[in-house]
Nanobody, 122 residues
Framework: VQLQASGGGQVQAGGSLRLSCAAS????????MGWFRQAPGKEREFVAT????????YYADSVKGRFAASRDNAKNSVYLQMNSLKPEDTAVYYC????????????????WGQGTQVTVSS
């Protein structure tokens, strides 16, 4: 499975961005997709996950109510709509895929895409 993330950029605080992640290859083996982020000098952390079958989502407390994950199974793609962005949201954002769903730990994900930079200025 190959993952391609896109959509990052620079935005002012309070603004919005939409990240996309397109999957290719043996996507039939994937049941859950996750978004993680890594800020400079910090460990990679969980942001959101979505079940590709039922669409159930789960979010980190830090983004709950501001970020929304969605999917388009016909396009083998997932999205992360990020609203009310804050400077502390600045990080490289990664999408990941797993053979199960509802997972929040990095080690539980089997495939990773390259990161996309999100920079939020105050």
């Amino acid at each position: 499975v190959q993952l391609q993330a896109s959509g990052g950029g620079q935005v002012q605080a309070g603004g919005s961005l939409r990240l996309s992640c397109a999957a290719s290859g043996r996507t039939f083996s994937i049941y859950g997709m996750g978004w993680f982020r890594q800020a400079p000098g910090k460990e990679r952390e969980f942001v959101a996950t979505i079940n590709l079958s039922g669409g159930t989502t789960y979010y980190a407390d830090s983004v709950k109510g501001r970020f929304a994950a969605s999917r388009d199974n016909a396009k083998n793609s997932v999205y992360l709509q990020m609203n009310s962005l804050k400077p502390e949201d600045t990080a490289v954002y990664y999408c990941a895929a797993a053979r199960s769903s509802g997972l929040t730990a990095l080690q539980q994900y089997d495939y990773w895409g390259q990161g996309t930079q999100v920079t939020v200025s105050s």
